[in-house]
T-cell receptor
Framework: DGGITQSPKYLFRKEGQNVTLSCEQN?????MYWYRQDPGQGLRLIYY???????QKGDIAEGYSVSREKKESFPLTVTSAQKNPTAFYLC?????????????????FGPGTRLTVL | AQTVTQSQPEMSVQEAETVTLSCTYD???????LFWYKQPPSRQMILVIR??????QNATENRFSVNFQKAAKSFSLKISDSQLGDAAMYFC???????????FGTGTRLKVLA
């Protein structure tokens, strides 16, 4: 069954702890993204990866880290340096290719992970 | 820097009626893509419709259509024959051609009244 999976669905963290959110895809998409969603705000980009072993910081990368060791996986670590980590986190993928093709323009999203800091 | 503005935090529509959600954007680019995404209570983001800026024809997907006014930098979403399942947050998004970054508006919450 093709798609994007994120786990866990709900995650609780104590202050000072690092946690890792999982994002896996079997769509064979090249690019992967991590977004943060807060109430009343749109999606804000944390990190982006276009190919394996390469990634770029987004608008709010401070306190977060990522890795891209294989095409299918793009885990996000929320470190203790992130001052306000409670939020909903969305992973997305995109197929890279010819411009103007609908399947290369569009992002597809996973179901998300709700992170709560206790 | 490009921005996307959704000026209606919340809208309501009667079931079977038509509603239009507004989106404006600011860019100096000429080649870009625009999207409407739906986020129901499950929070799964679902693509509703996309529009290429170089196409003058407005995109349509079943009951969903857009009014794309490139000169005015406006990209509104019209939902016809509204259904209870249309109740959701709707996000407008922009991406400049040749870049990886998508810019999202703050969303409009649509309520559908039975």
């Amino acid at each position: 069954d093709g798609g994007i999976t994120q786990s866990p669905k709900y995650l609780f963290r104590k202050e000072g702890q690092n946690v890792t959110l999982s994002c896996e895809q079997n769509l064979n998409h090249d690019a992967m993204y991590w977004y943060r969603q807060d109430p009343g705000q749109g999606l804000r980009l944390i990190y982006y990866s276009q190919i394996v072993n390469d990634f770029q910081k987004g608008d709010i990368a401070e306190g977060y880290s990522v890795s891209r060791e294989k095409k299918e996986s793009f885990p996000l670590t929320v470190t203790s340096a992130q001052k306000n980590p409670t939020a909903f986190y969305l992973c997305a993928t995109r197929l890279l290719g010819l411009a103007g093709a609908s399947d290369t323009d569009t992002q597809y999203f996973g179901p998300g992970t709700r992170l709560t800091v206790l | 820097a490009q921005t996307v503005t959704q000026s209606q935090p919340e809208m309501s529509v009667q079931e079977a009626e038509t509603v239009t959600l507004s989106c404006t954007y600011d860019t100096s680019e000429s080649d870009y893509y625009l999207f409407w995404y739906k986020q129901p209570p499950s929070r799964q983001m679902i693509l509703v419709i996309r529009q290429e800026a170089y196409k003058q024809q407005n995109a349509t997907e079943n009951r969903f259509s857009v009014n794309f006014q490139k000169a005015a930098k406006s990209f509104s979403l019209k939902i016809s024959d509204s259904q209870l399942g249309d109740a959701a947050m709707y996000f407008c998004a922009y991406r400049s051609a040749g870049t990886y970054k998508y810019i999202f508006g703050t969303g409009t919450r649509l309520k559908v009244l039975a």
